[in-house]
């Protein structure tokens, strides 16, 4: 809880910077892009948490992830920042709360689609018409498949979860026979 | 002591004639004694003679061998004086010693009178305690069957008391191992169902991985689409 106030503080404050600067959604992109190289590379995260290495090295290294990433001045600068004040392991969290963030700002609402099988295109778009329609928002599809939901779809869009998957069905068969 | 004086002055009195007539017999015996006839005794008759005839010298100071009269060489101290100092030492052993006397006796009296109430005291106690005794024993038969019964009655009140705490142990217990018996009966049932139902339901998701069609698939999700979109028509009519 005082990890997620924490970040949410830190995103805060860059949307702030990135909507008076109308740069938000970029903002978000370019700190996505440092949240998932960090997220990839267990060395790169080691090297700029462990405090073995001087703080001055530690900018070093994230001045040339920087550049290689191509990210702006005002990314690269929080970033930094990070560093200076021992956070920089926050990072993928504060990326992913900025974008729930930016969502919120621009109106928009993220859905995770779970199928066991690809979802046919027509299925998707009335999916994602029906979701605009119950949220009042723009609805970004995020598609995943799952083949051990057996069949049928999972849907979570913000904090609601539509969960019409034969494996939880089935489990809810199982529990409802077991309390009889 | 006035009687004991008068006592003793009785005696005197009486004594008087006695002794003037003995002394006669020994005059008349001291002459026999003389003449050449009467036979020859000694000095030592004569006195005893003297013994044999009581008081012979109330008053007289001549006396022993020192006696200018030859008759009182024999005679012993003046028995008057005697008795006159005897009644002396009786008035002066009456004046100092009488009273002492007296009290010592009134509270020898007294004592054995006060020892005679305690004996007499002590002797109605015990004669009392015997009579309780004597009570008691005369009641403890009645005593020993009051005793008997009573000890009968709780008795077979504890019997009954032990013959109830049994037979509810043996109910409970009965009880409790019917309770168990069931419980492990329901046990294994739920058991026994739970295990149907993993396994009916571990079938049928081997049967759905195995057998559902992209078809299944598809009708599922187009079900899945519909009810999405009935929610959203409830939710937010246009």
Request: aromatic share 6%.
């Given at each position: 809880?005082?990890?997620?106030?924490?970040?949410?503080?830190?995103?805060?404050?860059?949307?702030?910077?990135?909507?008076?600067?109308?740069?938000?959604?970029?903002?978000?992109?370019?700190?996505?892009?440092?949240?998932?190289?960090?997220?990839?590379?267990?060395?790169?995260?080691?090297?700029?948490?462990?405090?073995?290495?001087?703080?001055?090295?530690?900018?070093?290294?994230?001045?040339?992830?920087?550049?290689?990433?191509?990210?702006?001045?005002?990314?690269?600068?929080?970033?930094?920042?990070?560093?200076?004040?021992?956070?920089?392991?926050?990072?993928?969290?504060?990326?992913?709360?900025?974008?729930?963030?930016?969502?919120?700002?621009?109106?928009?609402?993220?859905?995770?689609?779970?199928?066991?099988?690809?979802?046919?295109?027509?299925?998707?778009?009335?999916?994602?018409?029906?979701?605009?329609?119950?949220?009042?928002?723009?609805?970004?599809?995020?598609?995943?498949?799952?083949?051990?939901?057996?069949?049928?779809?999972?849907?979570?869009?913000?904090?609601?979860?539509?969960?019409?998957?034969?494996?939880?069905?089935?489990?809810?068969?199982?529990?409802?026979?077991?309390?009889? | 002591?006035?009687?004991?004086?008068?006592?003793?002055?009785?005696?005197?009195?009486?004594?008087?004639?006695?002794v003037a007539?003995e002394q006669g017999v020994a005059q008349e015996t001291k002459e026999?004694q003389q003449?050449?006839?009467?036979?020859?005794?000694?000095a030592?008759a004569d006195v005893?003679e003297s013994e044999?005839k009581g008081i012979v010298n109330w008053w007289s100071w001549d006396y022993g061998a020192k006696a200018k009269d030859p008759t009182h060489k024999n005679w012993p101290p003046p028995f008057g004086y005697?008795?006159?100092?005897?009644?002396?030492?009786?008035?002066?052993?009456?004046?100092?010693?009488?009273?002492?006397?007296?009290?010592?006796?009134?509270?020898?009296?007294?004592?054995?009178?006060?020892?005679?109430?305690?004996?007499?005291?002590?002797?109605?106690?015990?004669?009392?305690?015997?009579?309780?005794?004597?009570?008691?024993?005369?009641?403890?038969?009645?005593?020993?069957?009051?005793?008997?019964?009573?000890?009968?009655?709780?008795?077979?009140?504890?019997?009954?008391?032990?013959?109830?705490?049994?037979?509810?142990?043996?109910?409970?217990?009965?009880?409790?191992?019917?309770?168990?018996?069931?419980?492990?009966?329901?046990?294994?049932?739920?058991?026994?169902?739970?295990?149907?139902?993993?396994?009916?339901?571990?079938?049928?998701?081997?049967?759905?991985?195995?057998?559902?069609?992209?078809?299944?698939?598809?009708?599922?999700?187009?079900?899945?689409?519909?009810?999405?979109?009935?929610?959203?028509?409830?939710?937010?009519?246009?």
């Amino acid at each position: 809880m005082i990890t997620g106030s924490l970040s949410r503080r830190y995103a805060k404050a860059l949307l702030e910077i990135g909507i008076s600067q109308n740069t938000f959604d970029a903002l978000g992109k370019e700190l996505e892009r440092a949240a998932d190289t960090l997220r990839a590379s267990p060395e790169l995260r080691n090297a700029l948490e462990n405090p073995v290495f001087s703080l001055e090295k530690r900018k070093l290294i994230m001045d040339e992830l920087s550049r290689r990433l191509a990210l702006s001045k005002t990314v690269r600068n929080f970033i930094m920042l990070l560093l200076d004040k021992g956070r920089i392991a926050r990072l993928p969290d504060i990326s992913r709360v900025y974008r729930g963030l930016v969502d919120e700002h621009a109106g928009r609402v993220r859905a995770t689609v779970v199928s066991a099988r690809p979802l046919d295109p027509m299925l998707e778009t009335r999916l994602k018409t029906a979701l605009e329609k119950q949220s009042g928002k723009v609805v970004i599809f995020e598609k995943r498949e799952d083949p051990s939901i057996l069949g049928g779809l999972i849907t979570q869009l913000g904090d609601t979860l539509y969960d019409g998957s034969v494996r939880t069905q089935l489990q809810e068969l199982r529990e409802e026979l077991l309390s009889e | 002591m006035k009687r004991m004086l008068g006592a003793f002055a009785v005696a005197a009195v009486l004594a008087g004639p006695v002794v003037a007539q003995e002394q006669g017999v020994a005059q008349e015996t001291k002459e026999g004694q003389q003449s050449p006839e009467g036979g020859g005794y000694g000095a030592g008759a004569d006195v005893h003679e003297s013994e044999a005839k009581g008081i012979v010298n109330w008053w007289s100071w001549d006396y022993g061998a020192k006696a200018k009269d030859p008759t009182h060489k024999n005679w012993p101290p003046p028995f008057g004086y005697a008795l006159i100092n005897f009644a002396i030492f009786l008035t002066i052993m009456s004046r100092l010693a009488w009273k002492p006397l007296k009290q010592f006796m009134v509270d020898r009296h007294d004592s054995i009178a006060k020892n005679l109430d305690e004996a007499a005291a002590l002797r109605a106690a015990a004669e009392a305690t015997l009579k309780q005794y004597e009570a008691k024993i005369a009641g403890i038969d009645r005593e020993v069957d009051t005793l008997l019964a009573q000890i009968k009655k709780e008795s077979e009140a504890e019997k009954a008391r032990i013959m109830a705490a049994a037979e509810a142990d043996a109910k409970r217990l009965k009880e409790d191992a019917e309770r168990q018996i069931a419980a492990e009966i329901d046990r294994a049932r739920r058991e026994l169902r739970r295990g149907v139902i993993e396994q009916a339901v571990a079938a049928a998701t081997d049967s759905l991985k195995k057998n559902i069609a992209a078809d299944d698939q598809r009708k599922m999700a187009e079900k899945y689409v519909h009810d999405v979109e009935a929610r959203a028509k409830a939710g937010r009519p246009s």
